[in-house]
């Protein structure tokens, strides 16, 4: 069993920066590949990013690829997003999860996910 709890959403203005986090309780963190998704309103949830288990390989969707970081510190049990260039289309409720397999960009494919924190980016 995982919990997990984002934190880091807020305010901001196109063009600038946030970094989420996402803190996981349980002493087997490092044993599940995490993911960030996001969630606008009246849309389908959407694979954002995710690490392997140990951090060595990141994946990305096309729309955040060079503008999005996903790192994470199994020491502190934590998943980091850096989102920098933020533009209006990032305005979402963003959501970290925890799988027990290898990577996945399919929500279905996450056994655990956090309440999730909203991201709202002004022009």
């Known amino acids: 069993q995982v919990q997990l709890v984002e934190s880091g959403g807020g305010l901001v203005q196109a063009g600038g920066s946030l970094r989420l986090s996402c803190a996981a309780s349980?002493?087997?963190?490092?044993?599940?590949?995490m993911g960030w998704f996001r969630q606008a309103p009246g849309k389908e949830r959407e694979f954002v990013a995710t690490i392997t288990r140990s951090g060595s390989s990141t994946y990305y969707a096309d729309s955040v690829k060079g503008r999005f970081t996903i790192s994470r510190d199994n020491a502190k049990n934590t998943v980091y997003l850096q989102m920098n260039s933020l533009n209006p289309e990032d305005t979402a409720v963003y959501y970290c999860?925890?799988?027990?397999?290898?990577?996945?960009?399919?929500?279905?494919?996450?056994?655990?996910w956090g309440q999730g924190t909203q991201v709202t980016v002004s022009s």
């Open positions: 999860a925890a799988s027990g397999g290898a990577v996945e960009t399919a929500p279905s494919r996450y056994s655990y």
């Open positions: 349980g002493r087997t963190f490092s044993s599940y590949a």
